[in-house]
């Protein structure tokens, strides 16, 4: 095609990307250096690693985050697929455009505002029945399922919208009621997306910083605010380790996740050549 | 045939009525409902004890009055440093958007170009860093940055310099930091507006004589205004309130707006002024939130 | 089959509307629906038979107006409720299920035993010819295999009625024609009534029992295919199926057996061989079909119902050949002639000067 990018506009792709990987880059290489310091490359070692397995703390908060990310993804997607599922599918109702305000504002919100504001509500609402009187885990949980909602919406929305309407409405014309649509049709068609957002809040709320600090009680501690804490007073190589352990265990989940999709695809490909053949 | 069916009946009804109130009623009360409450506490003044700051509604000889302070309001205004504050966040997060389109948009545009095969394998390279973790990437940031750390290391091996260049604890550094965290909500939204144009429009301006550049100006960049609308909002917005990046790469001097909002509220315990700054950088950020929502909904059915 | 049973429609659409804010789809809609026969709504897109079909079907709420099938009112009942089934325009095959599951579907709504499932997703199998594709994904059939399949889904349930949108609009020509007969001799096994949604008259005239016409919402004209062709009520039907000459003109005279129009484009006043009832000096349109024009060169004896003109083009179909023949009034009119000869442009070449004349019953005159 005429229209390729040429070899020039390569370059920024290229600068980008290194850009984007010199610092995972350096901290995986640095994470088996055996010298606590930087300068000095003391050989191989893998002391850092057993450093971290060791430091109680760490694990504790890392622990509490997973659950904590878990509990906020299965939240997320429960309400966001809802959300998704009222504004591509119910048409216009009242109050459309509140919920479609209110489902992408947080995509734009400042961190610090949000956290601020629950933090304040928490407060507010300690007193009252029902609501958490001290703040702890399920606070953070409200606050990271309230933020991630929105991504949740976008990821199902977009397939939904692309998904046929006609095979739902051809469900309910053989008989199906719309609750039995939606599980036997629509939830296997949107799994993709509402996988792929299950992942993404998943992955926001394990690394959510800010609005952790500010609804998190004194007595808990989520694995980044341990993290922060811990840079804030210096370099630890221990961190170096757990970032790779991190890098390494996401690369691996991609590339599982991308080979089954590219030999979904490929098994694709074949069948519809046989269809044409058949 | 319209998208969306039409009314229902019955029992489908409650249903729906449901499906829409759970996810509103969380929204609003999680995600509105606290604002309010910001509101109202910035109108609130201090006092020792919990929670620290004063009830708007007082009673007197047995009626309640509305009492609000305008101390908060007033300190912000008074106190230039506020100012200087809210125009460093917005100058930084305006140098960082323009940053990362510069560096973004060749790069959605090449994947964009790429053959199919290819072009997952590069998205997926870009989205990866994303998935792990933005706090120890910053900290990884420290790592090179520092007086003793990689890059420095390499140039003075290299005898490149003599000295160590101070990049830690600067602005460099800190748009460094910025644009390194908020590329990929640069990208994506570009290439996802980049991915649909249709190549044959591109084939029509050069079948009439326009040369490749001229195409890209004329055909490509309007297109692509959309997504780049976006992108400069999913980096800006959350840019200006951006705290965690300026604490641990910026110098005590790179003022941001979210720092101080930080400190005011856990350092000095001043919630009323707190929750005043919150509402001021709202209020600043409305415009580009609303610009946001607007093109979001444009692409709703009707 | 009981007597008073078949007399009562098994559809009837009382005053039907339906609006979308300010814009009306369907206007005021009557129709009766027979049990057995084979309905075809057409019209051209915007039409409104889209819309009527959907409210049929329960998709859309009627803004006036009711829906009857086999006596019971439909207000208020969802589309799962109805024994109504829809052969969609896209097929809606469900992509994640296989070709036996798609079928198999409606039955397990109903919560039909597993083994009655079985026997009759096979028999329905058999009947529409895909039981050995019973394992396969819908997007590795072919468009032809993927009609069948949905269709197969529709009728499993032994529905009163089926719907039909645009059946055959996604198929090739060829496969088009087969599928027609196809689709004639299921609905004549299973004797399930039709109602088919199309634009394409050709489809609507091979297809149905009855048609009608729709425009702009509105029913314009219901018949068989041979009463809408020869006896068309208005000029949009008489223009809208197959092709006409239309020409616009005065009505001289008005007797029980015959009538006079003076047509402007024509020569002479034209001789129509039955009465027509209207007021005098009324304004009417003359419709010829082109096939009903005899073209030649020889001067037919007879003074009426002729004209003389310049062949202005010729189209050459290979089983007929369509002239534009330029009257003297400098009005083009349109005549097709079989080609029962192997070289029929022998004596016919354009710029010949050639004779038209027509049978006195071969034209209807439109008063709308």
Redesign the interface.
């Known amino acids: 095609m005429s229209v390729r990018a040429g070899g020039l506009s390569r370059v920024p792709l290229c600068i980008g990307l290194a850009f984007l990987y010199l610092p995972i880059v350096s901290m995986m290489a640095f994470s088996f250096n055996s010298s606590r310091l930087v300068t000095v490359w003391g050989g191989w070692s893998t002391r850092w690693y057993g450093e971290l397995l060791h430091d109680r703390q760490l694990l504790q908060g890392a622990g509490l985050s997973l659950r904590i990310a878990f509990m906020t993804a299965c939240g997320a997607v429960l309400l966001g697929t809802m959300a998704a599922l009222a504004l591509a599918r119910f048409g216009r109702f009242r109050g459309r455009l509140l919920l479609a305000g209110m489902v992408s504002a947080p995509l734009v919100m400042p961190d610090v505002i949000t956290g601020l504001s629950l933090l304040l509500l928490f407060v507010a609402a300690a007193p009252l029945p029902l609501m958490p009187s001290s703040r702890g885990l399920a606070t953070i949980v409200i606050a990271h399922v309230t933020l991630t909602i929105s991504y949740v919406t976008v990821l199902v929305q977009s397939r939904l919208a692309d998904l046929d309407q006609s095979l739902e409405e051809a469900a309910m014309d053989l008989g199906a009621r719309p609750v039995r649509v939606f599980f036997a049709i629509t939830l296997p068609l949107i799994a993709p997306a509402v996988a792929a957002g299950w992942l993404l809040a998943f992955t926001l709320s394990l690394d959510d910083l800010v609005i952790a600090s500010f609804t998190a009680g004194p007595a808990t501690n989520t694995l980044p605010m341990m993290i922060f804490s811990k840079v804030r007073l210096g370099v630890t190589p221990e961190i170096n380790a757990l970032a790779t352990i991190l890098v390494a265990l996401v690369a691996v989940f991609v590339a599982i996740a991308s080979g089954l999709m590219s030999r979904q695809q490929r098994q694709r490909r074949r069948e519809a050549q046989a269809a044409l053949h058949g | 045939?319209?998208?969306?069916?039409?009314?229902?009946?019955?029992p489908?009804r409650r249903?729906?009525a449901a499906?829409?109130a759970?996810?509103?009623l969380?929204?609003?009360l999680?995600?509105?409902?606290?604002?309010l409450?910001?509101l109202k506490?910035s109108f609130a003044d201090t006092r020792l004890g919990?929670?620290p700051y004063t009830s708007l509604l007082e009673w007197q000889s047995g009626l309640p009055h509305l009492v609000l302070h305008a101390r908060s309001y007033l300190r912000l205004l008074g106190d230039s440093l506020y100012l200087a504050a809210l125009l460093s966040s917005l100058r930084v997060a305006a140098v960082s958007t323009l940053l990362c389109l510069a560096?973004?948009y060749?790069?959605a545009?090449?994947?964009a170009?790429?053959d199919a095969g290819r072009r997952?394998?590069?998205l997926?390279?870009?989205v990866?860093?994303?998935?792990?973790?933005?706090?120890?990437?910053v900290?990884?940031?420290?790592?090179?940055l520092?007086n003793?750390?990689?890059i420095n290391?390499v140039l003075l091996a290299f005898g490149i310099i003599h000295e160590p260049i101070v990049m830690l604890q600067t602005d460099f550094a800190m748009y460094v930091g910025i644009v390194?965290s908020y590329?990929p909500f640069m990208v994506l939204p570009l290439y996802a507006n980049l991915e649909k144009h249709d190549?044959a429009l591109?084939?029509a301006a050069?079948d009439l004589g326009s040369r490749?550049w001229q195409?890209f100006l004329r055909v490509t960049l309007p297109l692509s205004r959309p997504g780049i609308i976006a992108g400069c909002?999913?980096v800006f917005?959350?840019a200006?309130?951006?705290?965690?990046i300026p604490r641990?790469l910026g110098g005590a001097d790179s003022l941001m707006i979210?720092r101080v909002?930080?400190d005011e509220?856990f350092s000095n315990r001043d919630?009323p002024v707190?929750?005043a700054v919150?509402i001021v950088?709202?209020l600043l950020?409305v415009a580009?939130?609303l610009l946001?929502?607007r093109s979001?909904?444009a692409?709703?059915?009707? | 089959m009981n007597q008073r049973a078949a007399a009562e429609p098994l559809i009837r659409i009382e005053r039907l509307a339906k609006r979308f804010g300010d814009f009306t789809a369907v206007d005021d809609v009557s129709l009766d629906i027979h049990r057995g026969e084979i309905f075809c709504l057409l019209g051209g897109s915007g039409c409104g038979k889209t819309t009527l079909l959907r409210m049929l079907a329960g998709f859309e709420t009627p803004s006036a107006g009711r829906i009857l099938i086999d006596g019971a009112d439909m207000a208020g009942v969802p589309p799962y409720a109805r024994p109504v089934n829809m052969m969609f325009q896209s097929y809606a095959l469900f992509p994640h299920l296989s070709v036996e599951q798609n079928v198999a579907f409606g039955l397990r709504q109903e919560g039909c035993p597993r083994a009655q499932i079985t026997e009759r997703v096979a028999a329905m199998l058999d009947l529409v010819e895909m039981r050995d594709r019973a394992r396969h994904r819908p997007h590795q059939l072919s468009g032809g295999q993927k009609q069948r399949v949905a269709l197969a889904r529709a009728l499993i349930k032994r529905p009163k009625l089926l719907l039909l949108d645009e059946p055959l609009a996604a198929l090739d020509r060829k496969l088009r024609e087969q599928t027609q007969f196809e689709l004639l001799n299921i609905q004549q096994r299973l004797g399930v009534t039709f109602v088919v949604v199309t634009h394409d008259q050709q489809e609507a005239m091979t297809l149905a029992t009855r048609i009608g016409v729709m425009n702009r919402g509105r029913i314009v004209q219901v018949g068989s295919a041979h009463e809408l062709y020869e006896f068309p009520a208005t000029r949009f039907v008489a223009d809208f199926i197959g092709s006409v000459n239309l020409f616009a003109g005065k009505l001289l005279a008005d007797e029980p057996d015959h009538a006079l129009v003076a047509a402007a484009d024509l020569p002479a006043p034209v001789y129509v061989g039955h009465g027509i009832d209207a007021a005098p000096d009324a304004a009417v349109w003359v419709a010829l079909r082109p096939e009903k024009l005899h073209i030649g060169v020889d001067e037919p004896p007879v003074a009426r119902n002729r004209a003389a003109g310049v062949i202005g083009n010729i189209g050459y179909l290979g089983d007929a050949s369509v002239y534009l023949v330029r009257l003297e009034g400098g009005r083009m009119v349109r005549v097709t002639r079989p080609n029962s000869q192997r070289r029929p442009d022998e004596n016919l070449r354009v710029n010949d000067r050639v004779w038209l004349h027509w049978h006195e019953s071969s034209c209807v005159v439109l008063t709308q």
Not at chain 2, 1 to 10: E, L, Q, R, T
Not at chain 2, 30 to 35: E, H
Not at chain 2, 240 to 244: K, S
């Open positions: 045939m319209s998208g969306g069916s039409s009314a229902p009946v019955g489908t249903g729906r499906v829409i759970v996810p509103s969380w929204l609003l999680f995600f509105v409902l606290p604002f409450i910001v506490i919990q929670p560096l973004g060749p790069m545009y090449t994947i170009r790429a997952n394998l590069l997926m390279l870009v990866l860093p994303f998935w792990t973790s933005f706090l120890l990437r900290y990884a940031w420290i790592g090179l520092r003793n750390g990689l290391n390194y590329l190549v591109l084939e050069t490749p195409a909002v999913l917005v959350p200006v309130g951006e705290f965690v641990l979210g909002l930080w509220f919630w707190a929750s919150a950088l709202l950020l580009p939130i946001f929502q979001q909904t692409r709703a059915p009707t």
